[in-house]
């Protein structure tokens, strides 16, 4: 299982990954010229993109599908309420905001998200033994899916804002509310204490993804993680912290 992180962040998110000979993107929210040449870098063409996973139809996580999908015609997979915004898809499936579906060999659990959009959700991309959890652009995560949330080999999980920063912020009062709500997004302390919860024995690598540019530094999203991690003496091989502009290295387990 490969995994790499395309782009992150409140202006486009895109992520690459591989298992079980399925090559597919979580996202395109940024455009198909930018996907097309990150990909290239580690030697993957655009056209062996087998499938497009969607997590909401918020612009910047679906940026650059409509030309993507029109010049390589990508399966693209998403529920019928995201569907019935995303209408100009050629060659889609539909799924539903929870349960699971399977990519030829991939079991793929789908968690029903927070957030204010149709349908958002985040997955859980299972080869075999091996998984990866992707959630980002949620106010919370529901404790039901803690069970199947845990132990899991990689983590790309959002953690969006420095609470202090975004208080601190010039963002007007009702922005505040709606980033720090239900239906929002997950702060460092919050991401931090959910990884706490979800990390086990098998995890080895945790992406922190969608930081703001505005009310979040590198640092502290890393060091809040760090530290809660460590509190709780639970270890990790790295943790690695997304940017909007530059692909992340190259994780495999």
């Known amino acids: 299982m490969r995994v790499r992180v395309l782009s992150s962040g409140s202006k486009g998110n895109t992520t690459y990954i591989e298992a079980g000979g399925v090559k ?8 198909c010229k930018y996907v097309k040449e990150k990909l290239s870098i580690f030697n993957i063409n655009a056209e062996e993109i087998d499938a497009i996973l969607i997590t909401h139809p918020h612009i910047d996580h679906v940026k650059g599908l409509k030309v993507f999908q029109k010049k390589y015609h990508t399966k693209v997979y998403l529920t019928e309420k995201m569907q019935e915004e995303i209408d100009y898809l050629d060659n889609y499936q539909l799924i539903e905001n929870h349960g699971e579906f ?11 998200t927070s957030h204010d959009a149709i349908d958002s959700v985040g997955y859980i991309i299972d080869e075999g033994k091996k998984s990866v959890v992707y959630i980002t652009d949620t106010g919370y995560i529901n404790q039901k899916y803690f069970p199947l949330l845990s132990n899991k080999d ?8 420095d609470i202090e920063m975004l208080n601190h912020s010039t963002y007007p009062f009702k922005t505040r509310q709606r980033i720090l709500g239900d239906k929002g997004h997950l702060s460092n302390y919050d991401s931090a204490r959910y990884l706490k919860e979800f990390t086990g024995e098998n995890t080895k690598y945790i992406f922190l993804a969608h930081l703001s540019h505005e009310n979040n530094t590198k640092d502290l999203a890393y060091n809040t993680l760090k530290q809660r991690l460590l509190e709780e003496n ?5 943790i690695i912290v997304t940017t909007q502009d530059e692909e992340t290295e190259e994780v495999c387990v």
């Open 154 to 161: 990689i983590y790309i999980m959002e953690s969006n804002h």
């Open 234 to 238: 639970k270890v990790v091989d790295k």
């Open 24 to 31: 597919l993107l979580i996202d395109l929210g940024n455009t």
């Open 102 to 112: 399977r990519i030829a060999s991939l079991l793929i659990h789908v968690i029903k």
